[in-house]
């Protein structure tokens, strides 16, 4: 019998390769690896905030600054730009910020036992309003690089190609499931996410470990804007907004429980992609307008929040009395 | 036994002391365990087994006292650290991560690699071994909360034990396994004593400190009361030592309870029980009589008072109440229907200590009315005052917040609380839990007043000398079933004692 652990999984594999041939019997050319690298690059950001969000949420808690992070990074690195700076320089900086700003989060979280919800709130606000003082309008990132991200491509059997953001976003998700799978670290994430208290008494450092989640999370969102901020080649202080929600839509769908201590990261990439595939079917229809994006990814989350409860009821075996 | 009783214990702690906020949890307590024994550490709750054995194995700090493993002076300020000395405990209610599997749960901060890295192939083969040593071969790749209890605890102590564990504390283990596990479980127990290992064991099942245990320790209310060879003490004196006597100074007052004659039945239980929370019994509530619910920690006292206000629903009997037969009883039926239950935790279940003491008498006749009838203002004042009189409630005025009273006042208001709503049946659990001595004796003339008063009252209670002085009739519970019952001039300490310890000649 299949481990209870992939079932999840499998669910959302089984939902995204469903929804892939429907489009596929709906319109000519839609089973192809072109459409597939189109949607892997157009939600590469997306998929790589979640990566980082799954951590979150598996140990338990939540993230909402995300959108704002991205929003954040890309004006920064757009500022700099015409400061003169060579992309990927900012983009180390960015990134080393993304990880202080998520292990400061972490650090307030487990020291002052505030809910993450609050903290990363206040985040949110926090680095949104950051955004404005940086710039309010829209600026664009001129340099040369931007070029070279933009048409380094690998391509894939068929006319599809894998763009550099599919690519970042692919290294991500090897990198994620290294951490989780292969490290201590990765294991007493799902320990604390599974029962914090146990975890504390088996041993596990839970403010040090708690401060490495918000921290890579922090990494992770801040990769997010990067990739975005080159995908789009500017910087916009709203960008990013409401992305958190796209990126926790795309945990639950990959099978993680917002309970924490079950999921895994690949689930996340599917959940991501389907998110995609909805918005791309409906962008081929045509007449259907983007309200439609959104209902029928509501619909899909709810029945997988349904779908969870009884598959994860059939092997929890806690609640007896 | 393979290890002579040994000049150096493997464990000895002097005069440990911990306070935490607003409780002396621990007052120079010692204990000394020696290698390759099964020392029982009894005690009811609160008597501070496990805050000593938190400190014991780190998860707590002391505040004061010695502690020596192996005659070298210890100081662990963590599970991790007392571990690492070979003190290894299981935490009560198998304290794992249900949704990890078996190895990732032996291998949390316990797996060999090197940058942090886990080599599940090594965490396997240690895991399968681990478990081997106590017999047990199960999937290890399955997730954790997918096996009994029973395996869960085996998985629990497999972990706990590595090859330098000296001390294994076990708190708790056989709460939750069938007889059958229990034996496994003891086999192992002393298995692991054989191998030189002292291992503590927390339990209230008496029979299972004298089928296991080769020495005893006793604690009540943060202090030691003894430590004796398991042969040496009989259980009556061991029921004693752990149940005590406080209330020296509260006479039972025979010739006030003499003169009450019972009235109509009030509440009446027949075969009612559940499923693994209590076996059927039955019970009669009268008019004017007090009934006390004796046992020891864990024979359902509280299951028993629960059940009866429908708070735990039974699946076997049935309850009459007020004459009219209720099956499924819920605690709003049961409020309508005019009894009252004073829950054990007042903090969790009884008061809310933020609201005022006005506030919280309202709580219960509010519900009652449903909440678009207000009560007027006027008459909330003056039934707080009522109240607040009638029982003695030592509060400047009515509007101070319940927290910021005593132990017993806050008892008093959940008292109030409940009598606000004009019951004629009142459950009480542990009515003077966690109060002094003086506001105990009142508590229990309270008790007398009420039933004199007219209603029908249940007391469950942990110290016998509260039910001998307060109660007309005594139901003795056991092992989660009711033994038996007595009443009048047969409620004695003595006679309650011999009851619960079983030296009644029923074969156990």
Redesign the interface.
């Known amino acids: 019998m299949i481990?209870?652990?992939y079932l999840p999984l499998a669910a959302t594999v089984t939902v995204f390769v469903a929804l892939f041939l429907v489009g596929g019997m709906m319109y000519r050319n839609f089973l192809s690896t072109l459409v597939l690298g189109h949607i892997l690059a157009d939600n590469a950001f997306v998929i790589i905030a979640a990566i980082g969000a799954t951590f979150v949420i598996l140990s338990g808690g939540i993230d909402l600054s995300i959108g704002s992070m991205i929003g954040f990074v890309g004006v920064c690195m757009a500022v700099l730009d015409q400061a003169g700076w060579h992309p990927l320089a900012s983009a180390a900086l960015l990134l080393c910020f993304g990880i202080l700003f998520g292990a400061m989060q972490g650090y307030l979280i487990d020291f002052c036992e505030i809910q993450p919800f609050i903290v990363t709130l206040a985040g949110l606000f926090l680095l949104r309003g950051a955004c404005f003082m940086v710039s309010l309008d829209s600026v664009p990132i001129r340099h040369e690089f931007v070029q070279t991200f933009a048409t380094t491509r690998i391509p894939l059997p068929g006319r599809g190609f894998l763009t550099s953001s599919a690519i970042v976003m692919l290294l991500s998700l090897a990198v994620a499931i290294f951490i989780a799978h292969?490290?201590?670290?990765g294991?007493?994430i799902?320990?604390i996410?599974?029962?914090k208290?146990?975890?504390r008494?088996?041993?596990?450092p839970i403010r040090r470990t708690t401060v490495m989640i918000y921290g890579l999370g922090g990494f992770y969102s801040a990769l997010a804007g990067v990739i975005y901020a080159l995908y789009t080649s500017s910087g916009y202080p709203l960008a990013g907004s409401t992305t958190e929600l796209s990126a926790i839509a795309a945990v639950v769908l990959g099978g993680t429980l917002l309970t924490g201590?079950?999921g895994l990261v690949a689930g996340t990439v599917f959940g991501g992609m389907i998110l995609g595939l909805i918005s791309t079917l409906i962008i081929f229809h045509g007449s259907l307008n983007s309200a439609w994006i959104m209902i029928s990814s509501g619909m899909l989350l709810f029945g997988f929040i349904v779908l969870h409860r009884f598959l994860v009821g059939s092997?929890?075996?806690?609640g007896s009395? | 036994m393979p290890a002579e009783p040994a000049a150096v214990p493997r464990i000895a702690m002097r005069a440990i002391r911990k306070a935490f906020p607003g409780v002396l949890a621990l007052d120079g307590v010692d204990l000394a365990l020696r290698p390759g024994e099964v020392h029982a550490l009894l005690g009811e709750n609160g008597a501070g087994k496990s805050t000593l054995i938190k400190i014991l194995t780190g998860a707590v700090r002391r505040d004061s006292g010695e502690m020596w493993l192996d005659g070298q002076p210890i100081d662990p300020g963590s599970t991790g650290e007392a571990q690492a000395a070979g003190i290894s405990t299981v935490f009560q209610e198998v304290n794992l991560i249900p949704t990890m599997s078996v190895t990732k749960n032996m291998a949390l901060e316990r797996a060999a690699g090197r940058f942090g890295m886990i080599s599940w192939r090594k965490a396997r083969e240690q895991a399968r071994a681990k478990l081997a040593r106590l017999g047990v071969d199960i999937d290890i790749e399955r997730p954790l909360g997918s096996f009994s209890v029973a395996v869960q605890q085996l998985v629990a102590i497999a972990r706990a034990l590595e090859d330098n564990t000296r001390v294994l504390v076990l708190d708790e283990p056989t709460a939750s396994l069938d007889a059958k596990e229990t034996t496994a479980l003891f086999s192992i127990m002393r298995e692991l004593k054989a191998r030189g290992i002292a291992v503590v064991f927390i339990t209230h099942f008496l029979e299972q400190v004298y089928e296991v245990g080769d020495r005893i320790t006793v604690l009540r209310n943060g202090r030691l009361v003894g430590t004796a060879a398991a042969s040496d003490v009989s259980r009556p004196d061991l029921v004693s030592m752990m149940i005590g006597r406080e209330l020296g100074e509260v006479e039972r007052a025979f010739s006030e309870k003499d003169a009450m004659a019972a009235g109509p039945v009030r509440l009446s239980a027949r075969g009612l029980g559940r499923k693994r929370v209590l076996e059927p019994f039955d019970l009669i509530l009268r008019q004017g009589e007090v009934v006390g619910l004796a046992g020891l920690l864990g024979s359902g006292r509280t299951e028993t008072a629960k059940m009866l206000f429908g708070a735990i629903s039974a699946d076997a009997g049935e309850l009459t109440v007020m004459g009219t037969p209720t099956r499924n009883a819920a605690p709003r039926q049961s409020l309508r229907a005019g009894i009252a239950f004073c829950p054990e935790d007042r903090k969790a279940e009884g008061l809310v200590a933020e609201l005022s003491v006005r506030e919280n008498i309202m709580l219960s006749i509010q519900s009652k009315q449903g909440w678009l009838k207000r009560i007027p203002r006027r008459r909330q004042d003056e039934l707080a005052r009522e109240m607040i009189a009638a029982l003695g409630i030592a509060t400047p005025d009515a509007e101070k917040p319940v927290g910021q009273l005593s132990g017993g006042n806050q008892q008093k208001v959940v008292l109030a609380r409940a009598l606000a709503s004009n019951p004629s049946v009142l459950l009480l659990d542990e009515p003077t839990r966690g109060i002094d001595v003086g506001a105990h004796a009142e508590i229990i003339k309270l008790i007398r007043k009420l039933c004199k008063d007219g209603l029908a009252l249940l007391v469950a209670s942990s110290e016998l000398d509260e039910l001998v002085a307060a109660t007309d009739r005594v139901a003795v519970l056991r092992d989660r079933a009711k033994i038996g019952e007595i009443s009048g001039e047969q409620i004695t300490r003595d006679n309650i004692v011999r009851m619960i310890a079983g030296d009644d000649g029923r074969a156990d």
């Open positions: 481990n209870a652990k292969f490290t201590r670290f294991t007493n799902y320990a996410g599974g029962d208290e146990s975890a008494l088996m041993g596990v201590g079950v092997f929890d075996l806690r009395s």
